[in-house]
C-alpha cells in the first residue's frame, strides 16, 4: 500500500518560531509537493521537487523553504511563522512519468496553528 | 479569474440519491481533468481521471467533460453516507502544475 507519512497531524507555534513539517515517501516517486488547504481557496502549490536537492517554486513560496536531502524526504520550513501561515499543510507525492492517471499520492496533512 | 472554479456548497442530499457536482475551468486547451475525494481530517485521493472530452464511468461514478462549455462535472449515483467527503476538481496543466477547485462539501444523510 502506498503512503506518504507527515510526521506531525497538529502543531500550535507562536510568532517568530522556525517550524519544521516533514514528509516521507515510499513509493520512489521522483516528484514530491508540498500544498497549502484554506477553505474557499482551494490547495494551493507552495513548492515542488522533481529531484533530490531539486526544488521549484510554486504560487505562495513567500515565506517557506524546501529541502529535499533525500529522494523519500521532503521538508517544508517556515523561517520565522507569521498567524496568516496557519492552515492545512498537505505533502503529496507522484511518479516521474505517471501522466497516465493524473494522480498526486497525499499525506493526511499537517494541521498548523500560529499563535 | 481563476482557473478552476467549483461551488462550494456545502451539499445536504438524502441516502440513494443522485449527486451532480460540478466545476467550470477557464483555458479551452486542458486536456487533463481529475476528481478527487477527501474525507474529514485527512488527505486527497483520486477518485477519477478523464482524459480530454467525454465519459468515464466507475461503479456509482461517473466523470464528465464538455470542453466546448469548459465545464466538468461528477455524478454519483445510489449516493450512501460512505461518500459523505469533500470533493475537490483538478485539471493538470503542464506536467506537474495542478490547478484544485475549492472543494464541494457533500453530505449523505441516512
Known amino acids: 500500500d502506498v503512503k506518504v507519512t507527515q510526521s506531525s497531524r497538529y502543531l500550535v507555534k507562536r510568532t517568530g518560531e522556525k517550524v519544521f513539517l516533514e514528509c516521507v515517501q515510499d513509493?520512489?516517486?521522483?516528484?514530491m509537493f508540498w500544498y497549502r488547504q484554506d477553505p474557499g481557496l482551494g490547495l494551493r502549490l507552495i513548492y515542488f521537487?522533481?529531484?533530490?536537492?531539486?526544488?521549484e517554486k510554486g504560487d505562495i513560496p513567500e515565506g517557506y523553504s524546501v529541502s529535499r536531502e533525500k529522494k523519500e524526504r521532503f521538508s517544508l520550513i517556515l523561517e520565522s511563522a507569521s498567524t496568516n501561515q496557519t492552515s492545512m499543510y498537505l505533502c503529496?507525492?507522484?511518479?516521474?512519468?505517471?501522466?497516465?492517471?493524473?494522480?498526486?499520492?497525499f499525506g493526511e496533512g499537517s494541521r498548523l496553528t500560529v499563535l | 479569474q481563476k482557473e478552476v472554479e467549483q461551488d462550494p456548497g456545502p451539499l445536504s442530499v438524502p441516502e440513494g440519491a443522485i449527486v451532480s457536482l460540478n466545476c467550470t475551468y477557464s483555458?479551452?486547451?486542458?486536456?487533463?481533468f481529475m476528481w478527487y475525494r477527501q474525507y474529514s481530517r485527512k488527505g486527497p485521493e483520486l477518485l477519477m481521471y478523464?482524459?480530454?472530452?467525454g465519459n468515464k464511468e466507475d461503479g456509482r461514478f461517473t466523470a464528465q467533460v464538455d470542453k466546448s462549455s469548459k465545464y466538468i462535472s461528477l455524478f454519483i449515483r445510489d449516493s450512501q453516507p460512505s461518500d459523505s467527503a469533500t470533493y475537490l476538481c483538478a485539471i493538470e496543466n503542464n506536467f506537474n502544475k495542478f490547478y484544485f477547485g475549492s472543494g464541494t462539501k457533500l453530505n449523505v444523510k441516512p
Open positions: 483555458n479551452s486547451a486542458f486536456q487533463y
Open positions: 503529496a507525492s507522484r511518479e516521474l512519468a505517471d501522466r497516465n492517471t493524473g494522480e498526486l499520492f
Open positions: 521537487s522533481y529531484d533530490v536537492k531539486m526544488k
Open positions: 513509493m520512489d516517486h521522483e516528484n
Open positions: 478523464t482524459y480530454s472530452s
